[in-house]
């Protein structure tokens, strides 16, 4: 079963920063775009940050100026730089890359930010 794999969720306080990490596995089909969303207990999940393989860029309002998304073609990799960490960035984020014939999703990473 193909998988993304995430990685560098975990516990940090208020203002500090965290980096995650996303393996997509290389396929025959190409991707058109990669992307965090993050999933609160009770909400919608919601998009956090797009780029897609022309690295035309989205954020989500609530991280503009705070998150950055970067991605490397060569692993196939795409990483969610968060700084000034917020208590209400307690999420579980989910990587999703979109191929030209399946979007695939990672299993979440939690983010737990402490006051």
């Known amino acids: 079963q193909v998988e993304l794999v995430e990685s560098g969720g975990g516990l940090v306080q208020a203002g500090g920063s965290l980096r995650l990490s996303c393996a997509a596995p290389r396929r025959r089909f190409s991707i058109n775009a990669m992307a965090w969303y993050r999933e609160t207990s009770g909400k919608r999940r919601e998009l956090v940050a797009d780029?897609?393989?022309?690295?035309?860029?989205e954020y989500a309002d609530f991280v503009k100026g705070r998150f950055t998304i970067s991605r490397d073609v060569t692993s196939n990799a795409v990483y969610l730089e968060m700084n000034s960490l917020k208590p209400e960035d307690t999420s579980t984020y989910y990587c999703n890359v979109r191929y030209d014939d399946v979007a695939l999703w990672g299993q979440g990473t939690l983010v737990t930010v402490s006051s």
């Open positions: 780029i897609s393989s022309g690295d035309s860029i």
